[in-house]
Every structure is written in structure tokens, then in C-alpha cells.
């Protein structure tokens, strides 16, 4: 039996692990200075582009990475892509509008997240709008 003193340890180190954020760089293998920051099980990074290009870019990263397209939300501030991997494991790319020029990238991949593969659909949604 776990002691209460051990439970709320153990809460405490739950809640820090969600709730910590660390810079990352996002094609560590090819050099690149883009960075891009994981926290929540998220992958975030900010591109100087409008949102209608960082989604025509996202779009076409998920096609070439061979993702299945499930559905798309768009409103007014943000633009969700919905796909599944391998597995049927669920990603999501979320662009949020922060200026008219500067949109917000986030790839979260399952409930617990994959730092990994989301760098590689950043790195290859950077590449697409040649940053």
C-alpha cells in the first residue's frame, strides 16, 4: 500500500512533468537553428508566415510523412488538421494566428505525446515554407 505522503509525491511529480517546458531544436540532424519549445506534450514553434500558408505547408508535410488525413477545423484565430499515424495513434497540428504575419505551430501526437516525431513534422513543415 502506498503511503499518503508517497501519493502526493508521486502527484507533484505528475503535475510538474505536464506542466514543464524546454527548448528543443527541431532538425537536430541536419543542424538547423530553428528551435521550437515542448511543453504539455506539445511541440510549439513560431513561423513569420499568415496562417493559410503555415496550413498549406502543414498539409503537405503530413502527406509526405504518410499520415491519414481524418478532418480539419477552421476558425476565425486558429486552424486544426486532424490525421492518425500508424497504429491509429491521433496527431493533431494546431496553427493559431498570432499577427497577420506570424502564426504559432503545434504538433501533439497521442495522449502522451512523441517529441521525436513531432520535431520531424515541424522540421518538415519548416522546410516546406523554406525556413
Excluded: W
Amino acid at each position: 500500500m502506498i503511503k499518503p505522503h508517497s501519493q502526493l509525491a508521486l502527484a507533484i511529480c505528475a503535475i510538474s512533468f505536464f506542466l514543464v517546458s524546454c527548448q528543443v531544436a527541431v532538425d537536430p540532424k541536419n543542424n538547423s537553428g530553428a528551435t521550437a519549445y515542448y511543453q504539455a506534450n506539445t511541440l510549439i514553434a513560431t513561423v513569420e508566415t499568415d496562417v493559410d500558408t503555415a496550413f498549406r505547408a502543414s498539409i503537405q508535410a503530413l502527406d509526405k510523412l504518410n499520415y491519414f488525413r481524418t478532418g480539419e477545423v477552421h476558425k476565425d484565430d486558429f486552424t486544426t488538421i486532424l490525421s492518425r499515424k500508424v497504429g491509429d495513434e491521433r496527431v493533431v497540428v494546431k496553427i493559431l494566428k498570432l499577427t497577420d504575419e506570424q502564426s504559432q505551430i503545434q504538433v501533439r501526437i497521442g495522449i502522451v505525446g512523441n517529441l521525436p516525431e513531432s520535431q520531424t513534422i515541424i522540421a518538415e513543415i519548416l522546410d516546406n515554407l523554406n525556413i
